[in-house]
């Protein structure tokens, strides 16, 4: 069986700090990380190996930076981890980067694709379908649990707002997974050893072969107009109280609303 | 010629979303955006299911001009196969110029798969939206939270057409709107006969007897709270309030994730929140900042929850919730 | 010092971090063996880092393990001595004294994790003069009789494969000492008593009994008389490894003492502010530095030379009593509160002190160092 994980090297936004004065986030000193989503998704292909016997191959879409994560999958066991990078994808929208991941994908002809439901960094949630959509595949999004697979089908408990569902697909198959119902397994140390004697294939467009207006800027059917953080109001009256005044004040705001 | 600003209906065994009413509600402030300027757009619900003639009443309440009703079997719940196909068939014959979807986890599935068959553009989570009033054209702007909450941005889709947004629950209000049309459109459409996705079992989640999100007043607590949860029901109680929490709190396992705001928690909209303790990050305003009235109680003058908060008070909220709690009762007798 | 030993920093520190750091303290509190870490230990194939893959290794370089036992020590002494014991003392001599039968029977399995290791010459009264063996294995047909005692075993009671010394022809003096590996269910094999100790309280230290254990021929490590000669070797790598825990424990005291005295407030400022405090952590620090070279020079020598004792005594004298004077030094700068059992410190320090003992104390060291210099 041959798997691919999509995985996005991210910056570790939980900690980010935004610059008041600019109105800008401070990127500097932010770690990268694996993004949270992908890792359940690259746990659950290297469990699929272990059990059934799987061929795991991991894929981002990134600068030449993010091989450092690659190597970190290697550790962990993937088989084969492709690198797609080229000047020509800067600047892709959700569906510009869902066309040149898929056209990167076909070459592989893969049975089961994990990807992360969501970056931290964008949050859209919308690349996972959008390559289930260029390939013509089923999707499953927000996967919790693996629960079966085997040759023509794979079992997963889906997570809605209030209930679950467990799930069918025909293969080939496109499942998002959900953070962190399925840790990512620590780096062993033989795998660890060896992280740097694998190959990392790189893609560029001269091997993907995309006409320029379906990737990068110019395959972009949404842009971005201007961005900006939230903005911090100017003076406001605090009460410093922790007796009468407090509780007077906090009354009085709620009287509108008790009845 | 694209027009009219569509909003899909999702409804789950035949009940309709909030969310879809929230929007149909909101496309109403749009279209007399673009009445302004000269365009005279409808708004356009989009049901896709089974017997669903039951529903149609309140989606004309909350501010449809028209209906688009597709039903099939294959509809019946939703599907991403089959609903995608419907919603993007009705498009290819009516044209819309935006197209709105609820953000919920079927939603959010349908969505992009929707766009990319559509080969158009689409802006997920949108906070805002607006008719971008400088532009020759019906162009939206759309306005989303990126990098954690940390950033925001205001997308465009200029070149293709229907613009698309998904947008939360909760982010807007739905409103009586009691449109005069009752003009329902039916559509049929064939799908495939093979099913690529077979349910084979639904479940309740355990412990979900809890939802905030429809509390008219919040009592919320940061971590510092986690050894006096008790202070914090108390008032609750008093208050008719549901309790609320940060992400923080919710670690400390001192409350399940039930109860958890912000951005990896619930949204929430309701008339009076109260933070205790809570510093005002980001993750966390981002699911209650349009609360009506907002209370901050906090010892740190310099917590970013006080830009937010209508009420500031610089205080200890052990040291005032049981006085809070004194003063409730005593209004009670 | 390449990628893939960063790479493999990073996910010894990933390791440590997630499994060990929290439960370091219970462990030394309650002076409970963690059989739990060695489990994980063994799924990501921490116990035979530097040997063949095809001997169910990770065919990996003495400085990959070393890191590992450095990186564990950080936060526990005791997981880095486990860990050390069983790849230095245990697994070592079958790695190079012993047949293909006895490598595949017992280094394969030693080296994936499934079996622990341990290491025992030392007895009530050969400990520095190791020579004095009083333990007896009489060739009796196709076995040896084994009788006597061990002390101070580390391991010991959670071992499966010991490797025993014993005294074959006492006529010969050291070299009537020939080398064993014995299996913890062996008839008349006992786990004797279980010390109570200073420091590396979560390791187990036991008394070995033997009352005419029947050990195989095959069993045998080496010729008859070749023991003295195994343990020595064994040693001079065991070494290294003691020495990379002595310096994990030194570099884990220190950044405690960083941590701590930038957030210490004393007369309205951080105590790290006073100069007596910051010229304390830079001597600190620079030692640590200093013990670094040192062993991971041995880690490299042991590599690429045949002869690397000086190196490797170099870097264990230095080490421990770094180790030693850091994890002393801490306790002062953290004052009143050093002294409780709430902040490691404490442990750091009684941890650090058998560094300055075991596999040959500082004076064998000095020894060994002196003879190889004096040469």
């Known amino acids: ?39 359940n998704a690259l746990e659950t292909a290297l469990q699929i190996k272990e059990k059934n016997g799987a061929h795991v191959i991991v894929m981002t879409m990134g600068p030449t930076q993010a091989e450092e994560m690659l190597r ?66 089923p999707q499953i999004t927000y996967v919790s649990q693996l629960m079966d697979i085997n040759e023509q089908s794979i079992t997963v408990k889906k997570e809605y707002e209030e209930y679950t569902e467990i799930l069918e697909s025909s293969l080939p198959c496109l499942i998002t997974t959900l953070d962190p119902t399925n840790p990512l397994r620590l780096m062993n140390v033989t795998d660890t050893w060896n992280a740097y004697t694998k ?53 009085s705001a709620l009287s509108p609303y008790l009845n | 010629m694209n027009k009219d600003i569509f909003v899909w209906i999702e409804l789950r065994h035949n009940k309709v979303q909030d969310v879809s009413l929230q929007l ?14 000269g365009y005279d757009f409808d708004v356009v619900g989009i049901i896709t299911g089974f017997q669903t003639h039951d529903v149609h009443a309140d989606c004309f309440k909350y501010g449809a001009d028209k209906l688009i009703v597709c039903e099939d079997i294959k509809l019946q719940e939703a599907s991403t196969q089959h609903t995608s196909k419907a919603i993007v068939d009705i498009v290819h014959e009516f044209k819309p110029d935006s197209l709105l979807i609820g953000a919920s986890v079927i939603g959010r599935d349908i969505a992009p798969r929707v766009a990319a068959r559509l080969n158009t553009g689409l802006t997920a989570d949108a906070t805002q939206i607006e008719v971008d009033e400088t532009a020759n054209s019906t162009l939206l702007l759309v306005t989303r939270p990126a990098f954690g909450g940390n950033l925001f941005g205001t997308i465009v889709c200029p070149n293709t057409r229907p613009q698309m947004a998904t947008i939360r629950p909760n982010v807007f209000e739905k409103r009586e709107l009691n449109k005069a049309s009752n ?53 609750a109680e008093e208050l008719g309030a549901e309790v609320g929490a940060s992400r923080g709190l919710v670690e400390t396992g001192s409350i399940t994730k039930e109860h958890q705001v912000g951005q990896t928690g619930k949204t929430v909209r309701p008339l009076v929140y109260i933070a205790c303790g809570i510093s ?54 | 010092m390449d990628n893939r030993h960063l790479l493999l920093k990073k996910s010894y520190k990933q390791f440590t971090d997630c499994y060990v750091k929290p439960i370091a303290h219970a462990i030394d509190e309650e002076e409970r063996f963690p059989i739990e870490t060695c489990e994980r230990m063994k799924s990501l194939k921490m116990y035979g880092i530097p040997y ?120 010969k003096g050291t070299k009537g000492i020939t080398a064993f590996i014995l299996e913890k269910d062996m008839p008349g094999f006992t786990i004797g008593k279980k010390e109570k100790k200073l420091g590396i309280r979560g390791s187990s230290t036991c008394e070995l009994i033997f009352d005419k254990v029947k050990v195989p021929v095959e069993n045998r490590l080496g010729q008859e008389g070749m023991g003295f000669r195994i343990a020595m070797a064994t040693l001079d790598g065991g070494r290294i490894g003691i020495a990379a825990q002595a310096l994990g424990i030194a570099q884990g005291a220190l950044e405690e003492v960083i941590n701590y005295t930038k957030n210490r407030k004393q007369f309205n400022q951080s105590i790290s502010q006073f100069q007596n405090t910051q010229f304390k952590i830079a001597d600190m620090a620079t030692q640590i530095e200093a013990a670094r070279c040192l062993v991971y020079k041995a880690a490299h020598a042991k590599d690429t030379q045949k002869n690397f004792s000086q190196e490797a005594a170099m870097a264990k004298l230095f080490a421990s009593e770094t180790a030693m004077n850091v994890t002393t030094q801490a306790v002062q700068l953290f004052g009143g509160y050093g002294y409780t059992r709430e902040y490691p410190v404490e442990r750091m320090m009684r941890d650090a002190k058998i560094t300055e003992i075991y596999e040959g104390t500082s004076e064998v060291q000095r020894m060994v160092i002196s003879a190889s210099v004096l040469r």
Not at chain 1, 73 to 94: H, N, Q
Not at chain 3, 115 to 131: H, I, V, Y
Request: glycine share 8%; hydrophobic share 40%.
């Open chain 1, 199 to 251: 190959p990392i294939t790189v893609l560029t467009n001269t091997d993907l072969q995309l006409d320029l207006s379906l990737i990068g800027l110019n395959g972009s059917p949404t842009q971005v107009r201007k961005t900006f953080t939230r903005s911090v109001s100017g003076e406001i009256t605090l009460i410093k109280d922790s007796g009468h005044e407090a509780v007077n004040s906090i009354i």
């Open chain 1, 72 to 137: 970190e999958c290697y550790a962990r066991g993937a088989d084969e981890c492709v690198l797609i990078s080229d000047k020509a994808f800067a600047g892709s929208d959700t569906w510009a980067t869902s066309n040149t991941l898929s056209a990167a994908i076909k070459r592989y002809n893969p049975d089961l694709i994990c990807a992360g439901r969501q970056a931290i960094d964008g949050d859209t949630a919308q690349v996972g379908p959008q390559i289930a959509e260029r390939l013509n595949i």
């Open chain 3, 52 to 171: 063949p893959v095809e001997y169910g290794g990770s065919g990996a370089d003495t400085l990959a393990y070393v890191l590992a036992v450095e990186e564990l020590s950080k936060a526990c002494g005791t997981t880095g001595v486990i860990l050390s014991a069983h790849t230095s003392l245990g697994a070592y001599p079958i790695y190079a004294f012993g047949t293909e039968e006895q490598k595949q029977k017992y280094l394969i399995p030693m080296n994936k994790g499934e079996k622990l290791g341990a290491f025992g010459l030392t007895e009530p009264n050969a400990g520095t003069d190791a020579a004095g063996q009083k333990t007896i294995a009489i060739l009796k047909d196709n076995y040896y009789e084994i009788s006597g005692s061990k002390i101070f075993i580390t391991n010991a009671g959670y071992a499966d494969i010991y490797i025993i010394f014993a005294m074959t022809d006492p006529s």
């Open chain 2, 24 to 37: 149909l509600s909101e496309a109403n402030h749009l279209q007399a955006q673009y009445k302004v300027k």
């Open chain 2, 183 to 235: 003009t329902i459109i039916e559509f049929k459409t064939s799908f495939d006969s093979i099913d690529q996705v077979k349910l084979i079992k639904q479940e309740p989640k355990l412990n979900h007897s809890i939802d905030i999100s429809k509390a008219r007043i919040i009592v919320s607590a940061g971590r510092s709270m986690a050894k006096h949860m008790d202070l914090i029901r108390e008032v």
């Open chain 1, 1 to 39: 069986m041959k798997i691919i994980v999509l995985m996005k090297q991210v910056p570790n936004t939980t900690n980010m700090l935004i610059d008041k004065e600019k109105g800008t986030l401070i990127r500097t000193g932010v770690e990268s990380i694996m993004n949270p989503d992908d890792t």
């Open chain 2, 280 to 333: 005002g990050a980001v993750q966390h305003t981002a699911g209650m900042d349009k609360a009506e009235c907002i209370i901050a109680i906090n010892n740190d003058p310099n917590a970013s929850i006080f830009q937010i908060a209508h009420i500031g008070i610089v205080g200890d909220a052990v040291t005032i919730l049981p006085q809070l709690k004194e003063e409730l009762l005593k209004l009670k007798a």
